[in-house]
């Protein structure tokens, strides 16, 4: 059995999806099982990961575990758990503990590796979800905002990264390795606003931000720490998200779907 948790999320949704069209036997952790909507032939079961010593692992060989709970490794692993496979991030390579982003998601790799299972730990680039964040912007009008406007990312379609997670969970496999999930091509926002405007068959345009411009945009929604660890990221370049990486296809054996792709299964939401 795996477990998988943020299991209706951005990324744990494509994991369960990804198992349960393969027919692995999959866990769905969700808060509430009642209302949760996973995929025919997942299992929906109650669980919170700010409370790892309630959480029920019987009968769980592998784990899918987000970043930022700690103690959730050592439970898993302490229960039989046998192979965790810990999402984490780009920064998390830096080292860097000043910048908080990089301080949870290094502290979950080492708990993970720490824990006594195998592990093998995601580092996934940004996600092409990530234009979701300009729907507000694109119901007002045919103009985004976007902050970075020069930085340049190869976006990954969650359905990949969902797609390698289960790969690696099914057949127990990348023990002990790192692994760097990219999209194919490496885009700006303004890149993206044009591929949603073929798409979408809207006359949309992208204006850049400034750095204090974008510092306020964030802390609109976003609390301080992690604003000056974006600033820190994408203004004083400490980590490159640009770089095309082969793990989608050495993995899944085809060429990871492009944001052109990514868009047009999206096309209803921006139009």
């Known amino acids: ?8 999320g951005n990324v744990g949704a494509e994991v369960v999806r990804a198992l349960a069209a393969d027919g692995a036997p999959v866990r769905a952790l969700v808060r509430d099982p009642g209302r949760a909507v996973v995929p025919e ?3 929906a079961v109650a669980g919170d990961l700010t409370s790892p010593e309630a959480l029920d ?27 965790i496979v810990q999402l984490s991030g780009v920064s998390a390579g830096t080292g860097d503990t000043a910048n908080a982003i990089t301080a949870y998601m290094m502290a979950a790799e080492a708990a993970a590796i720490d824990s006594g299972a195998a592990w093998t730990i ?3 680039c940004a996600f092409a979800s990530n234009a979701l964040r300009w729907l507000p912007q694109l119901r007002a009008g045919d103009v985004v905002r976007a902050p970075f406007p020069e930085v340049r990312n190869a976006v990954l379609d969650p359905r990949d990264l969902g797609a390698v997670a289960a790969a690696v969970l099914r057949a127990d496999s990348h023990h002990g390795e790192i692994l760097w999930p990219t999209g194919p091509e ?7 606003v044009a591929i949603l405007a073929v798409t979408t068959g809207r006359d949309l345009t992208c204006e850049g931000l400034s750095t204090e411009e974008a510092r306020a945009q964030l802390l609109e929604t976003t609390p301080v720490e992690y604003v000056s660890a974006f600033l820190d990221f994408y203004v004083n370049g400490s980590i490159d998200e640009s770089i095309v990486r082969p793990t989608v296809a050495e993995i899944l054996g085809r060429a990871p779907r492009t ?11 921006f139009r």
């Open 122 to 124: 995601l580092r996934p």
């Open 41 to 43: 032939g997942a299992e």
């Open 1 to 8: 059995m795996i477990l998988v948790t943020g299991a209706t």
């Open 186 to 192: 490496p885009l700006t926002a303004a890149d993206q």
């Open 259 to 269: 944001f052109s792709e990514w868009a047009t299964a999206h096309a209803d939401a």
């Open 57 to 83: 692992f019987a009968g769980v060989r592998a784990l899918f575990l987000l970043p930022g709970y700690p103690g959730v490794a050592q439970a898993a692993a302490k229960a039989g758990v046998e192979h």
